[in-house]
């Protein structure tokens, strides 16, 4: 679904081949999260602050095209 890019990566040597926010350990299954509790990205981002809002959009739109492309 995602590739590894400047702002989504996954490794085995990074929390195991989670899917993370690119040189964090943050993984992207956590923005969920935040967002499924009615968190905003704002909240995220301030718990977060290794992550950049241009990562957090970059797997919100990969999300939606994914998702999208899916039920089309």
């Not at 195991?16 to 995220?44: C, H, M, W």
């Amino acid at each position: 679904m995602f590739r590894d890019s400047k702002f989504i990566s996954r490794s085995l040597d990074v929390m195991g081949g989670t899917t993370v926010f690119s040189n964090t350990r943050v993984p992207v299954q956590t923005l969920l999260d935040y967002l499924k509790a009615g968190e905003s990205i704002d909240d995220f981002l301030d718990g977060f602050p290794t992550v950049t809002k241009e990562q957090v959009i970059y797997f919100l739109e990969e999300l939606g095209r994914t998702f999208f492309s899916a039920t089309a």
